[in-house]
């Protein structure tokens, strides 16, 4: 298994350009989110989904929209990229009650 | 409004010293309180903990539930250099959601 991949790794955009982070699970868990962590800040929820066709708002979903169209794959489209979404982007995984299992991550930047 | 605090915000120790991070939480429809280990990339999940004052362990690890009162602590004794992360606490909300939400954490650095 090759657990939660994220990709790509690195991203720098220019403000007002869109883009979209791709991660996806080769575990079958019916859950998935996206949580961005910033200096000071911990982590914060973006967008959950707890199975194909659902999905549903976290803390901070202003500027981001998600869709799970399979079980395995859950992208995160930034519409109009600001200098305040400029973060680590983490994409998680598990069954339900299960702990989350966290990918490496994706560091963007927006000049 | 929803919070977990954790402390201290650093921590400085030499290897084989035993060290405790504290966690406190006010979480809404609270279901788990997880720890979790970042060294440079991915937080790596060391314990979920549901039921108070039954004590998890992992090796040198451990961690234990206060749900009185809304406390854990992670326990680590005979501290190594490998040990050196930040040490991040979630409470789990609105029930049984897997939605997190997390302190800003510890960074713990283990001197030889």
């Known amino acids: 298994n090759a657990g939660v991949t994220q990709t790509p790794k690195f991203q720098v955009l220019k403000t007002g350009q869109s883009m979209t982070l791709q991660c996806a699970q080769d575990m079958n868990h019916e859950y998935m989110s996206w949580y961005r962590q910033d200096p000071g800040m911990g982590l914060r929820l973006i967008h959950y989904s707890v199975g194909a066709g659902i999905t549903d708002q976290g803390e901070v979903p202003n500027g981001y929209n998600v869709s799970r169209s399979t079980t395995e794959d859950f992208p995160l489209r930034l519409l109009s990229a600001a200098p305040s979404q400029t973060s680590v982007y983490f994409c998680a995984s598990s069954p339900r009650g299960q702990p989350l299992h966290f990918g490496n991550g994706t560091r963007l930047t927006v000049t | 409004e929803d919070k977990v605090v954790q402390s201290p915000l650093s921590l400085v120790v030499h290897e084989g010293d035993t060290v405790t991070l504290n966690c406190s939480y006010e979480v809404t429809n609270f279901r788990s309180l997880l720890w979790y280990k970042q060294e440079k990339k991915a937080p790596t999940f060391l314990f979920m903990l549901?039921?108070?004052?039954i004590e998890k362990k992992s090796g040198r690890l451990s961690s234990i539930l206060d749900k009185k009162e809304l406390f854990s602590i992670l326990n680590i004794t005979a501290t190594q250099t490998g040990d050196s992360a930040v040490y991040l606490c979630a409470g789990e909300y609105g029930g049984a959601t897997n939605k997190l939400i997390f302190g800003t954490g510890t960074l713990l650095a283990v001197q030889p």
């Open positions: 549901t039921s108070s004052g």
